[in-house]
C-alpha cells in the first residue's frame, strides 16, 4: 500500500494518508482532526511510515515557519544533489535536537542519511507551502482622497 504526504490546515502537521483515503477525499488530521491536503512529495511504502511520522514529530515540536522549512527543504535538496549529507543533519540537529539519536544512529550509513534528509526534505517542503500569518488577511488599503491638482 502506498501513502502520500498530507499537511494538516490546521495544526499543520505532515503526515502520512493512504491512496484510498485520498481518492476518497477523506483526508483529516489524525491528531486535531481538521481537513489535510496533500502535499507536495514522493510516495511512501507501509514500512516507511512509521519513520516518516516519527521525523515529522520532531519537525513540528521545533514548530518551523514556512520561511524556515522553505530554507531548509532547500538545503536538503542540495543534500541530496551532491550526496553529502553529515553538514545538513548536523546543523538541523542544532535546530531539531530530537534529530540527534537518529544522526547517530545513521552514522556513516550514506543510505540511512540519504533517507533521512529525503524524508525531511518532504516534510520542509509541505510546510512551506502553509500559508504565513499575513498570507491570511487580505490586502486592504485605505481610501486615499482625491488629489489637489495644481494650477
Not at 483515503?21 to 511510515?49: H, M, N
Not at 516519527?54 to 522549512?69: D, F, H, K, N, Y
Request: glycine share 6%.
Amino acid at each position: 500500500m502506498s501513502f502520500v504526504p498530507t499537511l494538516c490546515v490546521g495544526c499543520w502537521r505532515v503526515q502520512l494518508a493512504s491512496l484510498a483515503e485520498a481518492r476518497d477525499a477523506r483526508l483529516t488530521c489524525k491528531a486535531c482532526d481538521a481537513p489535510c491536503r496533500i502535499a507536495p512529495g514522493r510516495s511512501y511504502s507501509a514500512a516507511e511510515q512509521e519513520g516518516f511520522m516519527e521525523l515529522s514529530g520532531i519537525v513540528a515540536e521545533a514548530r518551523l515557519t514556512p520561511r524556515e522549512a522553505r530554507g531548509y527543504g532547500g538545503e536538503a535538496e542540495r543534500a541530496l544533489w551532491s550526496s553529502i549529507y553529515v553538514p545538513l543533519l548536523e546543523r538541523l540537529s542544532v535546530r531539531m535536537p530530537g534529530l540527534l539519536p537518529h544522526q547517530i544512529a545513521a552514522g556513516k550509513n550514506t543510505v540511512a542519511q540519504r533517507s533521512i534528509v529525503t524524508t525531511l526534505k518532504t516534510v520542509c517542503d509541505a510546510l512551506a507551502t502553509a500559508p504565513t500569518g499575513s498570507a491570511q488577511y487580505p490586502i486592504a488599503a485605505l481610501a486615499t482622497r482625491a488629489r489637489a491638482t495644481r494650477q
